[in-house]
């Protein structure tokens, strides 16, 4: 099929952008970086914009930068960015290897990690780094500029809290401490597919003892998000084959499945508890 017919606008500057988008929010209007998941869905007619602002000719959008203990990633970094390490400490070998589990190399090629946020797919990789690391993004309009937590930009299937008028300008990762452990597993049904399951977990031991635990889940439920029933098991514990089993009966115990033609409830449910499980038992 053919997209629905549209009026493409070319900005030359994110000033540009901006005040496209406060003039056309009206009419449904889109930003357009990678369009990797905006353009199929115009081409099956599921999205039927009036507008697109493509902002790939605005110069200057594509940079990752550190500062103290943030990454700050602009609109235009593509997700095959991240293919080697661009970060120092677990970081950033943590985002080389969620980078490899994102569709298929012509997409990661074009897709952007601020797309996948304001897209806001549940089974986005992205978004679940997003959710479990705790990051922020940037928000703007002609009317100003707030910042988004992860936990409240997300807001359910493809559905965020940002206003139509509103553009993501920047993401804000935290950075994990340079003794930080990490573990991400993932199902698919084949590789390149969309995520069916799929957990992330990070920690540091104090002690012998784990402290400072994340764990999230993606791709189950209709956001990624935090599992606090799960971290409140890790902490103050002696890594174990045990721990971790019961963890991660917590997690499956504590979602609320997605029912769908790829998996129903009780699916789900066991994916989970095998992604947490593996993901955990696969720590680096």
Not at 2 to 26: N, T
Request: aromatic share 6%; with cysteine.
């Amino acid at each position: 099929m053919k997209s629905a017919r549209f009026k493409r606008h070319a900005p030359a500057s994110l000033e540009e952008a901006i005040s496209l988008l406060g003039e056309l929010h009206e009419e449904d209007c889109r930003i357009m970086a990678g369009g990797q998941s905006l353009v199929p869905m115009m081409a099956f007619r599921m999205a039927r914009p009036d507008h697109l602002i493509d902002i790939n000719e605005i110069g200057n959008l594509a940079n990752l930068n550190v500062a103290g203990d943030t990454l700050t990633i602009d609109p235009l970094v593509r997700h095959a960015r991240f293919n080697r390490i661009t970060t120092p400490g677990p970081t950033g070998a943590l985002l080389a290897r969620v980078m490899h589990h994102i569709a298929h190399f012509p997409i990661r090629t074009r897709g952007t990690f601020c797309g996948s946020l304001a897209h806001a797919d549940p089974a986005s990789e992205w978004c679940l780094v997003a959710a479990t690391l705790g990051a922020a993004v940037q928000a703007r309009s002609s009317r100003g500029a707030r910042t988004i937590a992860a936990e409240d930009l997300f807001e359910g299937i493809m559905t965020t809290s940002l206003l139509s008028d509103e553009m993501i300008v920047s993401a804000h990762l935290p950075l994990l401490p340079s003794d930080a452990k990490w573990g991400f597993y993932e199902f698919s049904r084949r590789p390149g597919d969309y995520a069916i399951a799929m957990a992330l977990v990070s920690y540091t031991i104090r002690d012998g003892l784990i402290a400072e635990a994340r764990l999230g889940v993606g791709g189950a439920e209709d956001r990624p998000r935090r599992i606090s029933e799960a971290e409140r098991l890790l902490i103050g514990q002696q890594p174990s084959s045990e721990l971790f089993a019961s963890v991660a009966d917590a997690a499956g115990d504590a979602i609320e499945p997605m029912e769908d033609i790829q998996a129903d409830e009780s699916y789900r449910r066991d994916l989970v508890r095998v992604a947490v499980r593996r993901a955990l038992e696969t720590v680096e």
